[in-house]
């Protein structure tokens, strides 16, 4: 429990000595009823006895007597100041005793008798703030409290007494009972802290206060409320790795119902805020790619490319999420096909072949790009590019493999190949090609004639090489 302590006032309270002068008067006065002559008889002897027995310091047996004495003549100016001094030092006597509540109440008793009277009420000042500090177990808070509050509105700038009711405020504020802090308590702690901005131990209770509020909205999930206290914690203690991370995990938990809403924008924002507190938070990194996800496939008015780059954000955040995966690599394809049919052939194959890196079991990318690739090559050979046109279409058939159509062209273009290197003398490359070209497409009749005259030149060859080595072999005999 904090409490506060507050040392050297600037002034202490101190007893007050009645200088009251007894003359007697010879004076005329006004006939009066033997009624009246009696009650201002009885009260100048009631006061007489009162001052004698305070000048003697026996304040407890002056007060009755001096209470008559106003009683029974209350327009006697002296009866009342000399009252108003009797309880001011009682009060005093009592406080110094160890009975500060008694006490103050007689030196407030005093002030409500001679409410002008300076003196009296510095005295009430001075022993409500020592009262406060020094005398913490002997009076509950709600009697320093009232006792402050009556000291403030006597010296509203009073530093002290501004800093007293901060303190006690916030002790208020702390008491927390089971059920979780009350409103009451926070406001309690609200006003400590206007009063006194700069006491850490307010700031410090007010923050836990609105954190432990916030668990409570929390587990009723109430997540905006929760929110909303939890930035309020934070704007009273800084740094706190506590409720830093609480807010995160709420506005988690928030982007999740925005989510279920259907409200995927704001989902994104309040996750991506979350992802900036909790940045290696598996949980969070999950929730937006999640919402990145359902952004891309759900929504009708965004751009297939805008919808590329949602999924590839929510691939970042959770690699191994297979419908991602599944779906980054189904709308690459998409795209590639826009692509391709716009004449940017390059693009479809820079995303068809990513869409299949990403997801290698997609059958519509791999069929897509043997066709992009099969169609590049015809140009390439249409171009007389036949080196090129053949990586193409082995691409291709790597992709397709039992695509007809590839293995024919793939057939014709290496026969292409090995003519005109059959053209340059190279009778091995252009069997071996012609063989590869025959095992694609054997019913295609211009590859079987070019491979049955290789083979035929290739077997003549062998003969006059051994027809040769012979001969050699006779001349070395």
């Known amino acids: 429990m904090n409490t506060y302590s507050e040392s050297g006032f600037g002034r202490s309270f101190k007893l007050i000595f009645s200088a009251i002068l007894i003359v007697l008067v010879t004076a005329v006065f006004p006939a009066v009823a033997p009624a009246d002559q009696s009650n201002v008889a009885k009260a100048e002897n009631a006061f007489f006895r009162g001052s004698h027995l305070l000048s003697r310091d026996n304040i407890l047996e002056a007060l009755p007597a001096l209470e008559e004495a106003v009683k029974l003549d209350p327009n006697t100016r002296k009866y009342s100041k000399t009252l108003a001094v009797a309880y001011n030092n009682f ?36 022993a409500v703030l ?9 009076l509950r808070i709600e009697d320093k409290m009232y006792f402050v509050q009556k000291v403030m509105e006597l010296d509203p700038g009073n530093v002290s007494a501004k800093k007293a009711m901060a303190a006690l405020l916030n002790n208020q504020g702390i008491g927390v009972p089971k059920g979780g802090v009350t409103s009451s308590e926070i406001e309690a702690l609200n006003t400590a802290f206007e009063m006194d901005p700069n006491n850490l131990k307010i700031r410090k209770n007010l923050s836990v206060a609105y954190y432990n509020t916030a668990l ?33 995990r709420a506005l988690s938990n928030l982007g999740v119902i925005r989510g279920k809403e259907g409200k995927t924008d704001e989902q994104i924002a309040v996750l991506k805020e979350a992802m900036e507190i909790l940045p290696g938070d598996p949980v969070v990194k ?51 096909v826009e692509d391709f049919r716009s004449g940017s052939a390059s693009k479809a194959t820079a995303l068809l072949e990513k869409a299949i890196k990403i997801d290698p079991s997609n059958k519509s990318a791999q069929s897509n790009l043997a066709i992009v690739y099969h169609n590049e090559a015809i140009k390439k050979g249409e171009d007389g590019k036949t080196d090129e046109e053949i990586q193409l279409l082995n691409k291709a058939l790597s992709l397709a493999s039992g695509n007809k159509a590839i293995k024919s062209d793939l057939a014709l273009a290496y026969n292409d190949q090995a003519v005109t290197l059959g ?55």
Do not use: C, W
Not at 92 to 98: F, H, Y
Not at 130 to 138: E, M, N, R, W
């Open 91 to 126: 009060g005093i006597k009592l406080a110094r005793e160890g009975r500060p509540l008694d006490g103050l109440r007689a030196i407030e008793k005093a002030m409500s008798i001679e409410p002008e009277d300076a003196e009296i009420r510095g005295n009430f000042v001075s």
């Open 130 to 138: 020592q009262a406060v500090a020094g005398h913490s177990d002997k």
């Open 216 to 248: 409570q909205k929390g587990k009723e999930n109430a997540f905006e409320e929760q929110i909303e206290l939890l930035r309020k914690a934070e704007t009273y203690v800084a740094n706190d790795q506590q409720i830093h991370e609480s807010l995160g």
């Open 286 to 336: 999950k929730n937006l790619a999640a919402a990145y996800n359902n952004l891309a496939i759900n929504s009708t008015d965004i751009k297939l490319s805008d919808r590329i780059a949602h999924l590839e954000n929510a691939l970042k955040l959770d690699p191994r999420n297979q419908t991602t995966v599944s779906n980054l690599s189904a709308m690459m394809v998409k795209q590639a």
């Open 423 to 477: 053209k340059k003398g190279d009778h091995k490359q252009e069997l071996s090609l012609l063989l590869k070209a025959s095992k694609l497409d054997g019913e295609n009749q211009v590859i079987r004639e070019n491979l049955s005259k290789a083979k035929q030149r290739d077997t003549s060859r062998e003969k006059k090489m051994e027809t040769g080595a012979g001969s050699k072999k006779k001349q070395d005999g």
